[in-house]
């Protein structure tokens, strides 16, 4: 897996810009290779965005997703190529003004962003308008790979946090700074989030978004950055915070500001919900769905 992603960041610094325009026949052949599980779930994830496609429909829309996915390696591995004129013509920001009046009060901001398109492009964004901006950031399995990534995010101002023991400090630290915090709000990683409706289904989020905004006072703001046409052209769309008030107990303050995000969160996927990047079982019924298939591959 390691040397695909090398390949793909290798293509991403040597290559012409006209290559780019060839994405379906360089990138996604290697992607599809790597991914080739993940197609049925990414498939029940279009699927519960929109129960309403058919099965061609599907299939096109899941070869669409995995095409967005290419490109956000390609441009994410090419950021630290560009300068601030390329970064800043190829981001439009649609609400900038909710983060802008929340660091105004100066306990920090929260961007809660699902899989979404390249958003890596809004933090890069968000650095050159003079932003301190922290990301936490799963802790991959590959050693190496994760080190190419921690280098990567670095390399163009981001201040990563990985998700560990200690992140929880360090967001909070940062939040103290009046800083901004990134976290994906999508995927419940740790196993010990929060239960929610998600597009209709019943699955856990990570608490951490709705913990520290509660916890700290900062503003919860949902954001999605979308591929916009020719490449590296982006739209973000910053929402309204999310209210944080306490009313209840923490607990049950934390499941309401959760299930509010997510709501949230579903609005922003379903403008693009091929540009959605949740390729991993991600409902209860998918990991039922994939311990029947890992098992009929094993009989078969």
């Known amino acids: 897996m390691i040397f695909g992603y090398r390949l793909i960041s290798w293509l991403a610094r040597v290559a012409p810009s006209f290559v780019f325009r060839a994405i379906d026949s360089l990138v996604v052949p290697v992607l599809c290779s790597l991914m080739r599980r993940q197609r049925k779930i990414v498939g029940l994830n279009m699927r519960r965005v929109n129960p309403s496609l058919s099965d061609r429909e599907i299939k096109r829309i899941v070869r669409r997703a995995y095409e967005s996915y290419a490109r956000y390696y390609i441009e994410t591995f090419r950021l630290p190529l560009l300068g601030k004129a390329a970064i800043d013509s190829g981001v439009e920001v649609l609400g900038f003004e909710h983060i802008q009046n929340a660091l ?8 809660a962003l699902p899989h979404l398109g390249g958003w890596e492009w809004s933090g890069r964004w968000l650095i050159h308008q003079g932003h301190e901006l922290h990301a936490v950031v799963e802790r991959l399995k590959n050693d190496e790979l994760f080190a190419m990534f921690m280098h990567l995010r670095k390399s163009y101002g981001v201040s990563v946090i990985p ?22 709000c999508d995927r419940d990683l740790q196993g010990n989030g929060v239960e929610v409706d998600f597009f209709g289904e019943s699955t856990t989020v990570p608490a951490g978004p709705a913990f520290f905004a509660l916890r700290t006072g900062a503003a919860l703001v949902p954001i999605g950055t979308y591929f916009a046409k020719g490449f590296d052209q982006h739209q973000t769309l910053v929402m309204p915070p999310i209210n944080v008030s306490r009313e209840e107990s923490l607990r049950d303050d934390i499941k309401r500001v959760a299930q509010e995000l997510t709501k949230s969160i579903e609005v922003l996927i379903r403008r693009a919900p091929d540009q959605w990047h949740l390729f991993q079982p991600n409902w209860p019924s998918d990991k039922a769905e994939k311990l029947s298939s890992d098992m009929h591959q094993t009989i078969g």
């Open 104 to 111: 105004a009060k100066g306990k920090g901001v929260i961007l």
């Open 163 to 184: 998700l560990d023991d200690n992140a929880g400090v360090a967001v909070q630290e940062a939040l103290a700074k009046n800083q901004i915090v990134a976290l994906l």
